[in-house]
């Protein structure tokens, strides 16, 4: 019986956790020769419940173990354990690091470059969503992959925008790998895996999805990488909860900036003064780590190639230059009558070039 065989066994026992399989291992030494032993020196085990001993010899066949493998098999799913050379470093060395873990994909995407994870709000502002996609992309064209959960709102456009450049994109769930949640990203985890991705998970086919999942979940997602970008986040957003299982782990902590007066921004801003490095580019991002930016893409955009007027040009310049600005400061700024600059303002967002977020606010489309 391989390693992994065995934790599989175990884990599909009720009551068994990782901390179990530790004294277990502890008492047998190696965890694989479990299995073999008798009936009665189960029983002796020091430090384990008897309800667990009696589970133990309960389910103690290899026609059952077969079976689990079967089930797995036939849903396409495969396993992994902490001790095989496939587990990822970064995450074995991070505290309660899952024994076991279910995927689809590509494995190998796992060790083989610079992984960022980004997390942020499930309810984004257009704002947001324009700055996951764009700075997901631009990371993924350095070969970067991303990470995420899969969830709605951030983590789906961050998949997506990586899917648009040269990286691949892993997403964590909270539920079992053959049971993608939310149900409405269904054809998402679908089109990571076509894209060449992976999408991974601690919980076997058919487990019970529980709120404590999603929790468990963030410190894999942390875990796996080497930085956490929050891209846009309330002051009680669930991404903030990633945040702090990266800084346990010693990861890098990213956030955009948001508008002051937007409650999807509060959360960022909250940890920028907390001390995460504030995002303005990709060199913000890149420089803490031992990659260069051939191709430099400021957050702002380049406009040459879309079709303006003066008029437009100068309250572009005006939002880059002075930041988010509501639509009388724009007017004080360009000397510009208001009629004038909402009109030119709604061509622009429909253009996509400008955002408009609370309290009339407009902002570039990063």
Not at 229 to 255: C, P, W, Y
Not at 271 to 278: C, D, H, N
Not at 304 to 314: A, C, G, H, R, V
């Amino acid at each position: 019986m391989e390693r992994k065989d065995a934790y599989l066994w175990l884990k599909s026992i009720s009551g068994i956790s990782t901390k179990t399989i530790e004294k277990l291992q502890n008492e047998v030494g190696n965890i694989e020769d479990l299995m073999d032993l008798s009936d009665k020196e189960i029983y002796t085990l020091k430090n384990i419940n008897l309800n667990i001993k009696e589970n133990i010899v309960k389910y103690k066949s290899n026609s059952y173990l077969d079976g689990l493998r079967e089930t797995l098999h036939k849903n396409d799913v495969k396993y992994f354990c902490i001790d095989d050379d496939e587990y990822p470093n970064d995450l074995k060395n991070i505290y309660n690091a899952p024994i076991l873990l279910f995927y689809r994909g590509d494995l190998s995407i796992l060790n083989n470059t610079l992984n960022i994870a980004m997390v942020g709000s499930r309810k984004p502002t257009r704002y947001g969503i324009s700055c996951a996609k764009s700075i997901s992309k631009q990371l993924s064209n350095l070969g970067i992959n991303i990470i995420s959960g899969l969830a709605i709102g951030i983590d789906s456009f961050s998949h997506i925008g990586c899917m648009e450049g040269e990286g691949k994109t892993v997403a964590v769930l909270g539920s079992s790998v053959n049971n993608p949640l939310p149900k409405q990203n269904i054809p998402l985890a679908n089109k990571i895996l076509d894209n060449g991705g992976l999408i991974l998970s601690e919980y076997n086919v058919n487990s019970a999805v529980i709120p404590s999942n999603f929790v468990n979940r963030n410190r894999i997602i942390s875990g796996l990488s080497q930085g956490v970008i929050v891209a846009e986040a309330a002051r009680k957003s669930g991404a903030l909860i990633t945040v702090e299982f990266a800084l346990d782990q010693g990861r890098n902590v990213f956030a955009i900036p948001g508008n002051i007066n937007s409650e999807m921004s509060k959360g960022c801003n909250k940890i920028i003064k907390e001390g995460a490095k504030l995002i303005e580019d990709l060199d913000d991002i890149i420089n803490e780590y031992n990659i260069s930016c051939i191709n430099k893409v400021e957050f702002g955009g380049n406009y040459d190639n879309i079709s303006l007027n003066k008029e437009s040009i100068t309250i572009i310049n005006a939002i880059k230059n002075k930041g988010a600005l509501q639509i009388d400061d724009i007017c004080d700024y360009t000397g510009m009558e208001i009629k004038s600059v909402n009109t030119l303002l709604n061509e622009l967002s429909l253009k996509d070039i400008v955002i408009e977020g609370n309290n009339n606010t407009y902002s570039l489309n990063v």
